[in-house]
């Protein structure tokens, strides 16, 4: 388990920094598709984004989807494109793509260990930092199957890893829920970890079953020295949030007037707000 922490840390930490610094208009955007063109998965850009954070053996594989699926446009539409995902034993199914965004087959693995490899389709609105939704189809008898989409905001590139070992990955990535939160940048917002879990046909927030990552997200967030007053707003805001993630509330503000003096005051007249967030996304009643 400590193996699996360190390495979802590792892989995370470099995503966050890809999709903070290095977003950037995909290459798979409307307008610049032809007709029957088909999206590999290999492309030398979508590697060169993805190859920091993604290890050899897990996670995201460069030939995944070979053999398997293939995203084809069918046809250019009034409103946008229609695209045509395809698998090896030629079951389709049309995706239609809304003007202006970008589509490209992110990832192919066995979702739900039952042997079969599903398709895990990228929609990006084409935002400077946002939105990103991803769509997951299945085989069935007569046809591929949309079964799940999940819509993670300005969190991209996710990390597809089994960090407890029960045959299922989990989707590692990031929570915005405190982006922009009191006037801060995107890149001094709080850096929280997100982990979804494949329970009962559907996706949802397990990060809380995993307090190995808060804790070592904790210890990393104490590491992070910054002279910009917004960032160590960012910061302390991080670290309180964690804190409460560990139902560990009293600790967290004791620890944010200790570490962040400067920020602590702000973060007290944040209180309402903060503890609002964290009771609708995460249901904790502060």
């Not at 388990?1 to 920094?17: Q, R």
């Not at 029960?166 to 929570?175: A, S, Y």
């Not at 995107?186 to 009962?200: D, K, M, W």
């Not at 973060?267 to 249901?283: A, F, H, M, Q």
Request: hydrophobic content about 35%; aromatic content about 12%.
């Amino acid at each position: 388990m400590l193996i699996g922490v360190i390495s979802f840390l590792i892989l995370c930490g470099a995503a966050l920094f890809l999709y903070k610094h290095y977003h950037k208009t995909s290459e798979h955007a409307l307008s610049q598709h032809k007709e029957g063109e088909i999206l590999q998965d290999d492309t030398d850009e979508r590697e060169r984004r993805q190859g920091a954070f993604f290890d050899s053996n897990e996670g995201r594989r460069k030939d995944a989807c070979k053999g398997y699926y293939s995203l084809t446009l069918k046809k250019k539409t009034a409103s946008g494109e229609q695209w045509m995902l395809k698998d090896n034993d030629k079951r389709t199914i049309t995706i239609d793509l809304r003007e202006p965004a970008a589509m490209s087959l992110y990832n192919c693995l066995d979702i739900d260990n039952d042997g079969q490899k599903e398709a895990v389709v990228e929609y990006f609105t084409l935002g400077i930092h946002c939105c990103f939704e991803y769509h997951f189809y299945r085989k069935t008898k007569t046809g591929l199957k949309l079964f799940e989409s999940i819509d993670l905001g300005s969190a991209s590139w996710p990390v597809f890893n089994d960090i407890n070992k029960d045959g299922k990955p989990e989707i590692l990535t990031f929570d915005d829920s405190f982006s922009y939160f009191g006037g801060l940048c995107f890149a001094c917002s709080p850096e929280l970890p997100l982990i979804l879990c494949y329970r009962n046909q559907k996706f949802s927030d397990c990060t809380n079953q995993f307090p190995a990552i808060l804790d070592r997200s904790i210890e990393e967030t104490l590491k992070e020295k910054l002279n910009n007053p917004f960032y160590k707003r960012g910061l302390a805001l991080q670290y309180l949030v964690l804190q409460i993630m560990r139902g560990k509330s009293q600790a967290g503000w004791q620890g944010a007037r200790e570490y962040y003096p400067e920020s602590y005051s702000w973060l007290r007249e944040s209180e309402r707000e903060i503890n609002k967030i964290i009771e609708g996304r995460y249901g904790i009643n502060r």
